[in-house]
């Protein structure tokens, strides 16, 4: 399974948890109300989880995970390789 | 002229010594040992700015020498929208220096949709009539066509720190009765008041404070809390400033995402104070790595204060548990029943560094029926637990009163009242609302509680108000931008608050009738605009929105939708709601319908 789709998986099961909704990588998730700002610290832990990097919450803001695809550009932008 | 000398508020057991000796919070800040580090903002392990008292001060005076080429002027109103961080702060004293009255109003999320920020901030900027509306370099140019604007007012873009040219501070004298500053409750258009606070206020507050608090000049203070809010500008910035205390700062976001950050910043810089609403407790337990804990050190803690929201014994029950192998010692958590409208703390528990709060279990048909918390000698039943906020500070003086306004004795519930020296000069330009809130001196808090032994229990509200996470939200915002959906019968909406024990805070739950049954049919369609509506508006996430068909909403007998009985008729069709056992979020709120 890709990363994103690993992530679409952990969204709709962990975060949403609501039934009928189905997201893609474009999908808004925080301006749309699908995900509160208090669960994105579940987000930031499965991105590093997936990517096997460190996000430093200093450099990304919230608008960073407004999609499964701004998401993982904002690791590859930011993340720190795990020691 | 006033920076002429060092004066040291410690004494030689460190404590400091109150009432300290200023008259305004300038000449507190200008009489700080201008070395010792006062604001250690921090983003990450390689990303720490660090200023001491002495370079703060001239990083304000070279942003009031650029307010004052901009042409403010003393007594004119300044609404700072910049987001947490140093330039913020020295923009707020750079307005104090001028003796102009500064007003910070939250940074726009992203969420935000330009067009309805501009509602968002007409309220705040046509009632104080700002001469300048301050934003910084990567304020969203989109937003900036939609800030509204007087006729007198200007938008400038603050400078970047260290661009303008530094000369030592020379503050205005000015009478330190008169508005100081204006901190901003709730609210969007209509229902937003602008809290005056004078510098006297101000320092009372921090005296009584202080002193109960037992600061001692090595304390160091630990916030992750907005500037706008007045644990985050009162607790964590005037205050320190004042004491001439350090304070280690991050970004509210930057926490949220990452809340280990935290517990981190605590043990590396070895906090001793830190102020927090209730739900940082349970999101700290569940949300933070079981691996991580015992890396923690927070030996240096001691008080981590329960404030501005419902204190809950279930989530400091659950903290406990979590960090108890983290050093945290017995009585570090402490709780605290503040409001801007008193510049901050009301009461505060003891600070003996021993015992935590105390608590009283109490039947909750007793509360319910008779408004009296008659205390239990079993858990069992209907018991419920309230968590003391603790007794008043100096000053400060509470009554407990019916809704036909007589005083009521121990144990019976009511709406708390407050006198206290530090008292808000009252809601800018707003005597309406002023006259309202005061009687007789007496501020009318909304709160309802009850005192044991002279210690204050807070066990809900009278006035329609919905705290998310610490934030304070108007249901009648909620209900206008669910009314006005072209599916939704008008004015046939309730929002209201359901704790949330998974989170540890209240959140919005909606009741909202469709205009014709077909309505319904379309239900995901329609909830899912008024979820994201809600969101861009106000940037709080709805818990649940509820359609239901035409004349299901209990309707008061003015004819009004009826908050309370509305809300006991959804919880008895959706059991999926119940807040929890031992959760009482509201004792005698059917008054208000």
Not at chain 2, 57 to 86: C, F, H
Not at chain 2, 256 to 280: E, H, K
Not at chain 2, 494 to 509: M, R
């Amino acid at each position: 399974m890709s990363e994103t789709q690993q992530m679409i998986e952990y969204i709709v099961r962990e975060v949403v948890r609501r039934p009928n909704v189905q997201i893609d990588e474009n999908t808004s998730l925080v301006s749309s109300g699908l995900v509160d700002s208090l669960a994105l610290v579940d987000i930031v832990i499965k991105l590093e989880e997936i990517t096997h990097k460190r996000i430093p919450a200093g450099k990304v803001q919230a608008k960073d995970f407004e999609t499964v695809q701004l998401m993982f550009s904002a690791a590859a932008r930011v993340g720190k390789a795990c020691s | 002229m006033m920076r002429t000398k060092h004066f040291s508020v410690e004494s030689s057991d460190k404590l400091l010594r109150f009432p300290l000796p200023f008259r305004t919070v300038l000449e507190a800040l200008l009489s700080a040992p201008p070395e010792k580090p006062f604001i250690i903002m921090w983003k990450d392990e390689d990303d720490v700015e660090t200023v001491t008292f002495g370079q703060f001060t001239a990083l304000a005076s070279a942003q009031a020498n650029y307010l004052k080429g901009q042409e403010l002027r003393a007594g004119d109103r300044v609404i700072l929208i910049m987001p947490q961080g140093i330039a913020l702060m020295a923009a707020f004293v750079a307005a104090l220096l001028l003796g102009a009255i500064p007003a910070i109003l939250a940074y726009p999320n992203f969420k935000i949709e330009p067009a309805k920020y501009r509602v968002g901030l007409a309220g705040a900027s046509s009632n104080l009539e700002p001469r300048l509306i301050i934003v910084d370099d990567a304020f969203p140019d989109e937003l900036i066509k939609h800030v509204s604007l007087g006729v007198h007012s200007r938008l400038v873009r603050s400078p970047a720190l260290g661009t303008v040219a530094t000369v030592p501070a020379s503050p205005r004298n000015s009478d330190s009765d008169e508005t100081a500053f204006i901190q901003h409750s709730a609210g969007t258009t209509g229902l937003q008041k602008g809290v005056a606070l004078s510098h006297t206020a101000v320092l009372r507050q921090i005296n009584h404070l202080g002193k109960v608090l037992r600061l001692s000049f090595e304390d160091r203070i630990y916030s992750w809390l907005p500037l706008y809010h007045d644990m985050g500008l009162i607790a964590c910035f005037i205050l320190p400033m004042v004491c001439h205390l350090s304070v280690v700062v991050q970004s509210p976001t930057e926490w949220v995402m990452r809340p280990a950050s935290m517990l981190q910043l605590i043990s590396d810089y070895g906090c001793s104070l830190a102020w927090i609403p209730n739900f940082t407790l349970q999101f700290l337990a569940r949300r933070v790595p079981m691996k991580m804990r015992s890396t923690y050190d927070l030996s240096s803690l001691r008080m981590l204060i329960n404030c501005s929201e419902p204190v809950r014994a279930s989530s400091m029950d659950e903290f406990l548990s979590a960090y108890g192998a983290s050093n945290l010692r017995p009585g570090a958590l402490q709780s605290c029943y503040a409001m801007a409208e008193t510049v901050f703390a009301v009461t505060q528990s003891q600070s003996n560094g021993k015992t935590n709060p105390s608590r009283v279990w109490v039947s909750a048909n007793g509360l319910r029926r008779n408004k009296v918390a008659k205390v239990s000698q079993s858990v069992n039943g209907d018991a419920v637990c309230f968590v003391s906020s603790g007794r008043c500070l100096p000053g400060t003086k509470l009554r407990i009163v019916s809704d036909e306004g007589a005083d009521l004795p121990g144990g019976h519930v009511g709406e708390i009242w407050i006198q206290s020296d530090s008292m808000l000069n009252g809601y800018y330009n707003r005597p309406d609302l002023t006259s309202e809130a005061l009687r007789d001196g007496w501020y009318r808090s909304g709160d309802l509680g009850f005192q044991l032994d002279g210690e204050l229990y807070v066990t809900g509200r009278k006035k329609d108000l919905i705290i998310v996470a610490g934030e304070n939200i108007y249901p009648q915002d909620v209900e206008e931008i669910v009314s006005s959906h072209s599916e939704i019968q008008d004015g046939r909406v309730v929002a209201f608050p359901i704790y949330n024990a998974e989170l540890g805070t209240e959140q919005i739950v909606v009741v909202a009738e469709v205009r014709q049954h077909q309505g319904l049919q379309r239900r995901q369609m329609i909830e899912t605009q008024l979820r994201t509506s809600i969101v861009t508006e106000l940037g709080v996430v709805p818990r649940a929105i509820y359609l239901k068909p035409p004349r299901w909403i209990v309707k008061s007998s003015a004819g009004k939708p009826a908050r309370s009985t509305t809300r006991e008729k959804l919880l008895g069709e959706h059991p999926e709601l119940d807040p929890g056992k031992g959760e009482l979020t509201s004792v005698g709120n059917a008054a208000n319908d």
